[in-house]
C-alpha cells in the first residue's frame, strides 16, 4: 500500500488525504484551464472520489467545460488556490491541482489534453500523449 496522497490550498484552511492511486494524470490545456491559473495549461491528478477525506471548506464556482460536461471548481476562499474539481456528470471522480500535494514531485503526467487550444508559448513535454480535446 501507498501513502496517502496529502495536500491542499496555500493557506493550509483546506486539506485533502486521498489513499488510492490516481487513475489520470494530465496537463490540460482548454480555455477554463488558462483562464483559472492563469498560464497556458493546468495539471491534474484524477484519482477515485471513494479514497478522498476532505478538510475546510472550499468556495465552489460551477462552469460548463470546453467538452460541454458540467465541472464544480473549489477553491480556497481565503487564499485563492484552486484545490480541486468535481465532475456532476462523473461524480465516482475527485480530480487536484497536482502542485497542490505536499509533495508535487509525486505527479507524474502522461497525457496532454485539449492541445487544440493550446499557446506556442505553453511548451509541454512532447514525449507525452497529446489530445486534441477530452479522451472520451
Ligand atoms: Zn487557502
Ligand atoms: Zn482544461
Known amino acids: 500500500m501507498s501513502d496517502v496522497y496529502a495536500g491542499g490550498c496555500a493557506c493550509g484552511a ?40 476532505l478538510n475546510g471548506k472550499a468556495t465552489h464556482w460551477d462552469i460548463v467545460a470546453d467538452s460541454g460536461n458540467p465541472k464544480t471548481r473549489a477553491f480556497c476562499p481565503t487564499c485563492g488556490s484552486p484545490v480541486y474539481i468535481t465532475f456532476s456528470a462523473m461524480p ?38 497529446m489530445f486534441e480535446k477530452m479522451p472520451g
Not at 17 to 31: R, Y
Not at 92 to 99: D, K, T, V
Open 14 to 53: 483546506i486539506r485533502y488525504e486521498i489513499s488510492g492511486e490516481p487513475i489520470f494524470q494530465n496537463h490540460c490545456q482548454c480555455l477554463d484551464c488558462q483562464h483559472k491559473s492563469g498560464t497556458g495549461h493546468g495539471s491534474y491528478m484524477t484519482f477515485p472520489r471513494a479514497g478522498v477525506k
Open 92 to 129: 465516482e471522480n475527485f480530480a487536484i491541482h497536482a502542485a497542490s500535494l505536499d509533495d508535487p514531485s509525486r505527479f507524474k503526467p502522461h497525457a496532454v489534453t485539449y492541445t487544440m487550444r493550446g499557446h506556442a508559448w505553453d511548451t509541454l513535454n512532447p514525449a507525452l500523449t
